[in-house]
C-alpha cells in the first residue's frame, strides 16, 4: 500500500505528460472507489490546494478553510463511490462538494446570511496593501454569481466547463457571467481609482 501511494504521488509531482495524468487520476479514482487509502492520497496531493483556497474565498478564515479541507478529503473515501466520471470532471466534482461543505459551516456557525456570503483572500504578496484592499472591495461590489466566476477562474485556476460543473450551471452561462464580471470589476477599480494596466491581446 506505501508503494502504491508513493508511486501515484510521485508520477504526479514530477509533472506526468497529460495524458499520463488523466491515466492516473482516473485509476486513482477507481482505486479510491474500492477503498485504496494510497489513491486517496494521491487525491489529496493533487486537489487539497485548490479546495482549500477555493473554500478560503468563501469562509473567509485560512484556519476554517484548513479544517473544512480535511473534512471534504476525510469524508472522500465513501462520498466518492457516487461519483461518475463520464459526468463531470472529478476537479468540478470536489469543488461542488467542497462549496457545500463550506456553506454548511457558515450556516451551522451562523456568521453571515448565506446569501451575503462573498470575498477572496488573493494571498499574492506582489500586490501592495493598497492595491490588494483595492480589488477585495472591488470583488466585493460584484454580484455573487459574477464573483464566483472570477475566483474561480483566476484565483482557482478552473476551465469554463469546471466552473460549469462546480456552480451547476451552463459552460454557455459561466462565459456570460466571466465576461460581465471582468466589465464590472474593471470599472469598479477605475472608480477606487485602482484601474489595471491594460495589455494588447
Not at 454557455?172 to 484601474?195: I, P, T
Request: hydrophobic share 40%; proline share 4%; charged share 25%.
Amino acid at each position: 500500500m506505501r508503494s502504491i501511494r508513493f508511486g501515484l504521488t510521485v508520477s504526479l509531482l514530477t509533472g506526468a505528460a497529460p495524458d499520463t495524468h488523466d491515466r492516473l487520476l482516473a485509476s486513482a479514482i477507481a482505486r479510491a472507489k474500492g477503498g485504496d487509502i494510497g489513491a486517496l492520497h494521491f487525491l489529496y496531493v493533487r486537489y487539497a490546494d485548490d479546495v482549500c483556497r477555493y473554500v478560503n474565498s468563501i469562509v473567509r478564515d485560512p484556519h476554517d478553510a484548513d479544517d473544512i479541507t480535511q473534512t471534504v478529503f476525510a469524508k472522500l473515501l465513501p462520498a466518492i463511490k457516487t461519483y461518475e466520471q463520464r459526468e463531470v470532471p472529478f476537479s468540478g466534482w470536489i469543488l461542488r462538494v467542497a462549496r457545500n461543505s463550506a456553506l454548511d459551516h457558515l450556516r451551522a456557525r451562523r456568521q453571515i446570511p448565506v446569501a451575503e456570503v462573498r470575498g477572496v483572500d488573493v494571498g499574492d504578496e506582489q500586490i501592495g496593501s493598497e492595491r490588494l484592499k483595492c480589488l477585495r472591495t472591488a470583488l466585493d461590489r460584484l454580484p455573487e454569481d459574477q464573483r464566483e466566476v472570477l475566483i474561480l477562474r483566476h484565483i482557482v485556476g478552473l476551465s469554463p466547463g469546471e466552473i460549469a460543473v462546480a456552480l451547476d450551471r451552463t459552460e454557455s452561462s459561466v462565459h456570460g457571467l466571466h465576461h460581465r464580471g471582468r466589465l464590472a470589476l474593471k470599472a469598479a477599480l477605475c472608480e477606487l481609482g485602482a484601474a489595471p494596466v491594460t495589455t494588447t491581446a
